[in-house]
């Protein structure tokens, strides 16, 4: 078995540089919502901090971790909580209904093929978890690798090699891509507990058996899913593993 610190779990696309702001959860977008959003705003007193592991992910170090005793749930920036503190993400509310460890391998900006490369590395080399969780991202987006790293492209995104330009060019080939993802991530995880769900409305008719999730709250950058929904999703996934 290769060291926890062999593993390619790629760093996140930005590090956390001041743990009160990440992302799309800028103060500068904060500071414009305050002045949009009601008197009884729960972000005019909520904190939200972002605490990181030595990789930049939001959970422990990942030598910490007790894998064979954990779920593990995948995906971008909703599943990584941006706009939320650590006590309203999807892998806090999980953690607290089911009692076991959650670990959040969410990365913002990510694809659904790279939720599948931080998959594949954990199988290859670590004890099975409890159960995996994925959080499917849109189909829209791809990785390109690196020597040093992979660039998430979306069309926020004009990368380097205008990948993902091309990827986005042909809808039939972005949707192949996403329903071939998914039927992969099934196949390798069919001896543990499973579960995935989807924000995207754009994916439900691509992916119609995944679960899709209708957000109902917003986080501080009034962008991402807020703690109702997150509370939402962790409940489905809890009562889809029979936890």
Wanted: with cysteine.
């Amino acid at each position: 078995m290769k060291n926890i610190e062999d593993l390619q779990f790629f760093p996140l696309r930005d590090k956390v540089e001041d743990i009160n702001w990440f992302d799309q959860d800028s103060k500068e977008l904060y500071k414009k919502n305050l002045k949009s959003q009601p008197t009884d705003w729960i972000y005019r007193n909520k904190v939200v901090k972002y605490f990181t592991n030595s990789n930049g992910y939001r959970t422990k170090e990942f030598k910490d971790i007790n894998w064979a005793k954990s779920i593990v749930i995948f995906g971008c920036s909703h599943v990584f909580g941006v706009g939320v503190s650590e006590d309203e993400t999807i892998s806090y509310h999980l953690s607290d209904m089911a009692k076991v460890n959650v670990v959040n391998m969410g990365v913002p900006g990510s694809s659904p093929m790279f939720s599948l490369h931080n998959s594949l590395m954990m199988l290859e080399s670590l004890p099975n978890p409890i159960g995996v969780v994925f959080g499917w991202s849109s189909y829209l987006r791809c990785p390109l690798y690196l020597n040093d790293k992979v660039v998430h492209c979306g069309s926020w995104n004009e990368d380097i090699a205008s990948l993902g330009k091309s990827w986005r060019l042909f809808d039939s080939h972005a949707e192949s891509f996403l329903k071939l993802t998914r039927i992969n991530a099934i196949q390798l995880w069919n001896k543990i507990r499973y579960s995935d769900f989807t924000l995207f409305p754009s994916n439900k008719n691509i992916i119609p058996e995944c679960k899709f999730i209708k957000r109902v709250d917003s986080a501080r950058d009034c962008v991402h899913s807020g703690t109702v929904t997150n509370e939402m999703i962790a409940k489905y996934i809890a009562e889809s593993m029979s936890l």
